[in-house]
């Protein structure tokens, strides 16, 4: 019989809090066994398999993401929302890399939990950019300039990748303000025409 209190949720909130101590790729099985304090034969009644594990954590990560921008961005608009959104999700990925790491593919076609947890985090982004009058492709292209910005910032920042004496806080305003520079810039999808000869 499964032990009792393992469910399947609490299996994948331990594989979680796993992921982020020794990384989401390098989790596995026999590792969160001997965390949850079972047999690894024994984890299998209780998950079907290590890709059930990943998928689980995956939806999970990105529902807790969803709920910290969501949070963070709640009653802002404009760029306080825009730094708000930036600063929790930078936030988050330093608290949980290994979270992180597993919500950031995007979902397969036919999985519907795991699209609708990724529609969650991004309607938070597209609330964000409908304050500076961005809908549409507009929006699509400005979320992904964006959350690309993010990720590269923290995942550097998180692998020890910045050495030079500046103040990681200030380098990333300085980001996330040239970021909202150039969403005022394309509010009507197209930059404003710098003045010179006709």
């Known amino acids: 019989m499964p032990r009792a209190g393992l469910a399947p949720a609490a299996v994948i ?3 979680a809090a796993l992921a982020d101590e020794v990384g989401f790729e390098r989790l596995t099985m026999g590792l969160l066994a ?3 304090g079972v047999r690894t034969p024994s984890l299998y009644k209780h998950i079907d398999s290590l890709d059930a594990l990943r998928r689980g954590i995956s939806i999970q ?3 807790e993401l969803g709920d910290t921008l969501a949070s963070a961005a709640a009653g802002k608009s404009g760029p306080d929302a825009a730094h708000a959104f ?3 999700y930078r936030r988050w990925v330093l608290d ?3 979270r992180y790491a597993a919500s950031v593919r995007a979902p397969p076609a036919d999985d519907e939990e795991d699209r609708h947890a990724s529609n969650e985090a991004l309607q938070v982004l597209l609330d964000v950019l409908a304050g500076f009058g961005l809908h549409g492709a507009s929006a699509i292209d400005a979320a992904r300039a964006l959350r690309s910005a993010v990720h590269g910032f923290a995942s550097l ?3 020890g990748g910045f050495g030079l004496p500046r103040d990681a806080d200030r380098s990333y305003r300085f980001l996330i303000d040239a970021l909202i520079t150039g969403l005022k810039a394309d509010r009507h999808g197209h930059s404003t025409p710098s003045a010179g000869p006709a």
Do not use: L, Y
């Open 157 to 159: 920042e998180s692998a």
């Open 61 to 63: 990560a990105k529902r």
């Open 86 to 88: 930036a600063d929790a």
């Open 13 to 15: 909130t331990a594989g």
């Open 96 to 98: 949980h890399p290994g």
């Open 34 to 36: 001997k965390r949850v």
